[in-house]
């Protein structure tokens, strides 16, 4: 079994700053590309940046700057340093990671269960 765990959501006001984390657990044999997306209410889920295991990442272009991912291969852990953080930003982040568990013959896409940030204005 894999899970995703996030932390780090929050209530913080706008030009505040929060890091979010998540730790893969389970029987996990290899993790490739980690990444976080966002869905705020009446909205799609975005994709907010992902990082490879070689640690090259990719952002939305919108929060170039103001985020930053990075992960931690050791731990199985990703992070998102949000920085600047306006109203806009407020969405439940999920975490998401290509996993090769070790039952697995296969690559599998796993999500965490989401972390709540709000934004005020």
């Known amino acids: 079994q894999v899970q995703l765990v996030e932390s780090g959501g929050d209530l913080v006001q706008a030009g505040g700053s929060l890091r979010l984390s998540c730790a893969a657990s389970?029987?996990?044999?290899?993790?490739?590309?980690m990444g976080w997306y966002r869905q705020a209410p009446g909205k799609q889920r975005e994709l907010v940046a992902t990082v490879s295991r070689s640690g090259s990442a990719n952002y939305l272009d919108s929060l170039k700057g103001r985020f930053t991912i990075s992960r931690d291969n050791a731990k199985n852990t990703v992070y998102l340093q949000m920085n600047s953080l306006k109203p806009e930003d407020t969405a439940v982040y999920y975490c998401n990671a290509v996993i090769h568990a070790r039952y697995s013959g296969s690559w599998v896409d796993y999500w965490g269960q989401g972390t709540q940030v709000t934004v005020s204005s």
């Open positions: 389970g029987s996990i044999l290899s993790i490739n590309g």
